[in-house]
Antibody
Framework: QVQLEESGPGLMQPSETLSLTCTVS????????VGWVRQPLGKGLVWMGT???????NYNSAVQSRLSISRDTSKSQVFLKMNSLQPEDTGTYYC???????????WGQGTLVTVSS | DIVMTQTPSSQAVSAGEKVTMSCKSS????????????LAWYQQKPGQSPKLLIS???TRESGVPDRFIGSGSGTDFTLTISSVQAEDLAVYYC?????????FGSGTKLEIK
């Protein structure tokens, strides 16, 4: 079955670079895109960016200058890197598999990232 | 960017009641070539990740109870729960996937009286 699992550090300092990994199973990264969605504590969902099945990427313009999404298809992993972290980047980060369109058919359990000095 | 507006922000109903919630988009989500609305609904229960309920504005995902009904077209969409159950306590989000940036509504929190 389709599974996604996020991993990464829980606590970051302001100005640091966040690195998250999404390890997937049950599908191929060359068949479905994977996106990252952030949810600040107690708030709504914000799409950050996606790496599509063909390898192209799209980013939310609000974070585009700080964000990079890449993948290793041989390891079934998708990576998120975001630099210049600020406290407002605190939240739960989800990776999610797209259907053939931009909707999110399957979600990981999320990983909480706290940015604080 | 396409702005998604959900109302109400919260709603409290008793089990067995019918509830409706609205999602409006700032531009049409109806793609003329295939006549499909690029609108999804998600359910996020407390402490859980979101779950896809409905795609294409009205297509229930496999395993989703038939009390969840999506309707609407163009810019106005509705999620109806025909007879609310206690386990439906959650926040419900709409998402447009017509264009990037993909955008979500701010959510409707459903509380059970």
């Amino acid at each position: 079955q389709v599974q996604l699992e996020e991993s990464g550090p829980g606590l970051m300092q302001p100005s640091e670079t966040l690195s998250l990994t999404c390890t997937v199973s049950g599908f191929s990264l060359t068949s479905n895109g994977v996106g990252w969605v952030r949810q600040p504590l107690g708030k709504g969902l914000v799409w950050m960016g996606t790496i599509w099945a063909g390898g192209s990427t799209n980013y939310n313009s609000a974070v585009q200058s700080r964000l990079s999404i890449s993948r290793d298809t041989s390891k079934s992993q998708v990576f998120l890197k975001m630099n210049s972290l600020q406290p407002e980047d605190t939240g739960t980060y989800y990776c999610a598999r797209h259907a053939r369109t931009g909707l999110f058919a399957y979600w990981g359990q999320g990983t909480l990232v706290t940015v604080s000095s | 960017d396409i702005v998604m507006t959900q109302t109400p922000s919260s709603q409290a109903v008793s089990a067995g009641e019918k509830v409706t919630m609205s999602c409006k988009s700032s531009q049409s989500l109806l793609y003329s070539e295939n006549k499909k609305n690029y609108l999804a609904w998600y359910q996020q229960k407390p402490g859980q990740s979101p779950k896809l309920l409905i795609s294409w504005a009205s297509t229930r995902e496999s395993g989703v109870p038939d009390r969840f009904i999506g309707s609407g077209s163009g810019t106005d969409f509705t999620l109806t729960i025909s007879s609310v159950q206690a386990e439906d306590l959650a926040v419900y989000y709409c998402e447009q996937y017509y264009d990037t940036p993909l955008t979500f509504g701010s959510g409707t929190k459903l509380e059970i009286k």
